[in-house]
């Protein structure tokens, strides 16, 4: 017998409409290569800093977020926010829990969440970088939290995982479609949503989104040697 809690984990997708989104080690590379410099280059005060001064200076004069349209660029940040995510995955998960009687897209999601906490957060903590608009003007503070964009780096990971989901168990092609656009799209629009409302710096949202694709590559590989083995070991028959 196979154990219910994992039947049918990590079965091929009945059709595959876009591929599971898994980074490849060559982009992996370049996010990890773009995000270094750019923090070696911020720490120096390199140019990247007199670039994200000009860029929120600009923006700070169209003035958005006083503007009839805050809203509506407020809810595109949203693609990216923590709760709006979850809820779909919640919703995703229990239908596959339902569906496929397996437990292993949680264990995906809780391992997604814990990884990005834990990346996400020390980098934050570690630089220690102020967001645009910070009233004492300090690129750098103990309390600084901007760099990277959490957001940014949630919406890569997050709707990355989801459309994994999505194409391994074989959903309908038109969700699987739905989550590629959400995964390559979510970032994008969030980053230049919470840069338009100068609520970070460019180099925040960059930054963001090459630690979302070294996580979720990390993510992927963790599920690989790891949560895949342990599920084909419960899942083997019992005497």
Known sequence: MTSGVIRDAGA???TRVVSTGRPSWWLMLVALIVGGLITVDLLAGGV??????RVSRILGGWGLRD?????????????GG????LIVLA????????????????????LALGTL??????IKYGTGRTAPGHPDELFFHVDGASFPSGHVANAVIMWGVARWLAVEYGLPAQVQRAFWWL??????ATGLA???????????????????VLLLGVVHRLDAVVLSRWVRARGRPTA
């Not at 906490?117 to 020390?122: E, I, P």
């Not at 919470?194 to 979302?212: E, I, K, N, Q, R």
């Open 194 to 212: 919470m840069v338009s409302l100068d609520f970070h710096w460019v180099t925040d949202a960059v930054v963001g989104g090459a630690v979302g």
């Open 91 to 110: 919703i995703l998960v229990a239908y596959l829990a339902w569906r496929r009687r397996t437990w292993v897209p949680l264990l995906r999601v809780l």
């Open 82 to 85: 923590r709760a709006t995510i």
């Open 12 to 14: 091929p997708g009945r």
């Open 183 to 188: 995964s390559v799209a979510g970032p994008v």
């Open 67 to 79: 503007s009839s349209a805050y809203p509506v660029v407020w809810l595109v940040t949203q693609l």
């Open 117 to 122: 906490t834990v990346g996400v957060y020390a």
């Open 48 to 53: 990247l800093e007199q670039i994200d001064l």
